[in-house]
């Protein structure tokens, strides 16, 4: 079992940045992948980056490449992801959450695991 805890979101002006976190607890973490999703209001969940615990090796959407960063602290056992250039569009509620196969995949249904949220507010 694992358990995720989001925190760093807010309200923020275009071009400007945030660094999200996801304290993660639970065992044999270093063997999971970790991904941030975000959903907007009337959209689907969609992917943002994945990160594997124990490779360091990433993955970014598209739309998010070169202005996001996803890093882990593992001594910490924590996550981040560090947003630069915020657009409006990034507004979203966004999620961690961890995938046991390890793979870090973009979709939805091989992540087991997930938090809360954080809220992520983009004003233009």
């Known amino acids: 079992q694992v358990q995720l805890v989001e925190s760093g979101g807010g309200l923020v002006q275009a071009g400007g940045s945030l660094r999200l976190s996801c304290a993660a607890s639970g065992r044999a973490l270093n063997t999971y992948a970790m991904g941030w999703f975000r959903q907007a209001p009337g959209k689907e969940r969609e992917f943002v980056a994945a990160i594997r615990w124990r490779s360091g090796s990433t993955n970014y959407a598209d739309s998010v490449k070169g202005r996001f960063a996803i890093s882990t602290d593992n001594a910490k056992d924590t996550v981040y992801l560090r947003m630069n250039s915020l657009k409006p569009e990034d507004t979203a509620l966004y999620y961690c959450?961890?995938?046991?196969?390890?793979?870090?995949?973009?979709?939805?249904?091989?992540?087991?695991?997930w938090g809360q949220g954080t809220q992520v507010t983009v004003s233009s």
């Open positions: 959450a961890a995938d046991p196969s390890g793979y870090g995949t973009i979709w939805v249904s091989d992540y087991d695991y």
